[in-house]
């Protein structure tokens, strides 16, 4: 059974959160959740509800316990998500400054040569913001930002933030039933 980092910062998208989750429950993999306390306000204001009510996620860890068991490449984990990511968190990790158990847990991936997927969420962007962008995919981090694919007809906005939280999944190797994929025009 695979074994995930889930990590939810301050930007706007818990709708992501949500469906990933599903996705990571439908597979059987277990999941540890890392909330920062303005991922927190977010997930209250957008959902209207706590970390704790989402299902899924097998234990939470508070993000000033540099102590969890993520904090260490010892430890067992396969992969790291940070859905969604702000460009603060993007910032840290790019730059590899363990201010907090997030970026703390996501240095370890990139170290430990283990999936880090970062869904950026920003928009527009400034240089800063790309250039960080590149120092996290040149340490080995997956950027993919959230962006909507509409070839797949999406009738609902579920439909696509299933379609996003399933390319995610994909990016640490999990296969999604029911993905649709580009198939070309023939």
Same mark, same amino acid.
């Given at each position: 059974?695979?074994?995930?980092?889930?990590?939810?910062?301050?930007?706007?998208?818990?709708?992501?959160?949500?469906?990933?989750?599903?996705?990571?429950?439908?597979?059987?993999?277990?999941v540890?959740?890392?909330?920062?306390?303005?991922g927190?306000?977010?997930?209250?204001?957008?959902?209207?509800?706590?970390?704790?009510?989402?299902?899924?996620?097998?234990?939470?860890? #508070?993000?000033?316990?540099?102590?969890a $068991? *993520?904090?260490?490449?010892?430890?067992?984990?396969? =992969?790291?998500?940070? !859905?969604?990511?702000?460009?603060g968190?993007?910032?840290?990790?790019?730059?590899?400054?363990?201010?907090?158990?997030?970026?703390?847990?996501?240095?370890?991936?990139?170290?430990?040569?283990?999936?880090?997927?970062?869904?950026?969420?920003?928009?527009?962007l400034?240089?800063?913001?790309?250039?960080?962008?590149?120092?996290?995919h040149? #340490?080995?981090?997956v950027?993919?930002? $959230? *962006?909507?694919?509409?070839?797949?007809?999406?009738? =609902?906005?579920?439909? !696509?933030?299933?379609?996003?939280?399933a390319?995610?999944?994909?990016?640490?190797?999990?296969?999604?039933?029911?993905?649709?994929?580009?198939?070309?025009?023939?």
């Amino acid at each position: 059974m695979k074994k995930i980092i889930l990590a939810i910062t301050g930007a706007t998208g818990s709708l992501y959160v949500r469906q990933f989750l599903s996705l990571m429950e439908g597979a059987q993999v277990e999941v540890h959740g890392i909330i920062s306390s303005a991922g927190r306000q977010v997930l209250n204001l957008e959902e209207n509800m706590t970390a704790e009510e989402l299902p899924g996620v097998s234990q939470w860890f #508070a993000e000033d316990n540099l102590a969890a $068991p *993520m904090a260490s490449g010892s430890s067992s984990y396969d =992969a790291m998500v940070v !859905l969604p990511c702000t460009m603060g968190s993007l910032a840290a990790i790019a730059n590899g400054l363990s201010l907090n158990l997030i970026h703390r847990a996501a240095d370890v991936m990139l170290k430990e040569k283990k999936p880090l997927v970062l869904a950026v969420r920003e928009t527009p962007l400034n240089r800063n913001h790309l250039e960080n962008m590149l120092k996290a995919h040149d #340490a080995g981090a997956v950027i993919c930002p $959230p *962006m909507p694919a509409f070839y797949n007809n999406p009738e =609902a906005i579920s439909d !696509l933030a299933f379609h996003f939280a399933a390319r995610l999944a994909s990016q640490i190797g999990i296969t999604v039933p029911g993905l649709k994929r580009w198939k070309g025009i023939s």
